[in-house]
């Protein structure tokens, strides 16, 4: 563990934050985790006791170990618990006005050697600063979905970013069982995301143009490249609404039409289709998140 970082806030506890902050317990820190609605608390605490029982049987992790990380684990609706932080990781909604109004809250609230951090990889955190008394203390720290598995983590360093703030977020990545990687330049959608999305446009390009099938597109992606995954199923995990609001958000900073969201992600979103999270996507799914039909 870093000796600098002692007590890890996570603000938003939706699929992303509510596994960084089981990740970070299970590593031996004390974790905050805040989100405005209880629901949002009470689906986290499910979820995240669902995931871990299952990762009990399969003999990942005790039951000792588990009843230790939610034991330091603090679930609330109060920002203010997070007061005593020494690094907050932001994870709510990729809005750019919801993001710099709550750096500004955070700004005021923690210690003055706190990091603040957004696991954002889309908003780069030079978006940030102007909301913040301490811009050397905020970086990009972006984890993937799902955190609880993903190993890679990326650490962008923005030009206000000091070498202290890089360098700790690094240690803190480490420390909690993850590989990071560094980037020296902020660039949206960072390193992974970027290829990943060249790959989702010629799949889409394809799949529009009726080359072939949303699913043999995804088969030839696992079966010929060897991708865990197709691009259309994972959509379906991240969210098409995520999808859509990332391709909106380059679109408004560079004014490229080619940015823009596919029609056929737009269609969906505007359906109400947005992947796992809904039932259906480009596949349709039960209630536990398992999909229907077809295996890719």
């Given at each position: 563990m870093t000796n600098?970082?002692?007590r890890i806030g996570v603000v938003g506890a939706g699929a992303m934050g509510s596994q960084i902050a089981m990740v970070t317990a299970l590593s031996g820190y004390s974790?905050?985790?805040q989100d405005i609605t209880p629901e949002s608390l009470h689906k986290s605490k499910s979820f995240l006791h669902e995931q871990m029982a299952k990762r009990i049987q399969k003999g990942r992790f005790t039951e000792e170990e588990v009843e230790s990380a939610f034991a330091k684990l603090m679930f609330t609706t109060e920002l203010a618990e997070l007061k005593n932080t020494d690094l907050v990781i932001e994870a709510i909604v990729e809005n750019l006005e919801a993001k710099q109004a709550l750096f500004n809250q955070l700004d005021q609230l923690v210690p003055k050697h706190t990091i603040l951090a957004t696991n954002s990889s889309?908003?780069?955190?030079?978006?940030?600063i102007e909301s913040v008394s301490r811009p050397e203390k905020v970086c990009n720290i972006h984890f993937f979905n799902p955190a609880l598995v993903m190993e890679l983590v990326e650490v962008v360093k923005g030009p206000h970013t000091s070498d202290e703030t890089a360098e700790i977020s690094m240690a803190f990545v480490e420390s909690i069982g993850k590989?990071?990687?560094?980037?020296?330049?902020?660039?949206?959608?960072?390193?992974?995301?970027?290829?990943?999305?060249?790959?989702?446009?010629?799949?889409?390009?394809?799949y529009e143009n009726g080359y072939a099938s949303f699913e043999e597109i995804d088969v030839a992606v696992t079966k010929a490249l060897g991708h865990p995954i197709g691009p259309f199923a994972l959509m379906d995990l991240t969210g098409l609404d995520v999808n859509y609001a990332v391709r909106m958000q380059r679109f408004k900073e560079s004014g490229d039409e080619n940015e823009k969201p596919s029609a056929t992600v737009t269609?969906?979103?505007?359906?109400?289709?947005?992947g796992r999270k809904t039932g259906k996507g480009f596949y349709d799914y039960d209630a536990t998140g398992k999909r229907i039909g077809i295996t890719v």
């Open positions: 600098k970082l002692k974790v905050v985790l889309t908003i780069v955190s030079s978006k940030l590989k990071g990687v560094l980037l020296k330049k902020e660039i949206s959608g960072f390193i992974a995301n970027r290829i990943l999305g060249k790959l989702m446009d010629e799949a889409v390009f394809l269609d969906k979103v505007e359906k109400g289709e947005l």
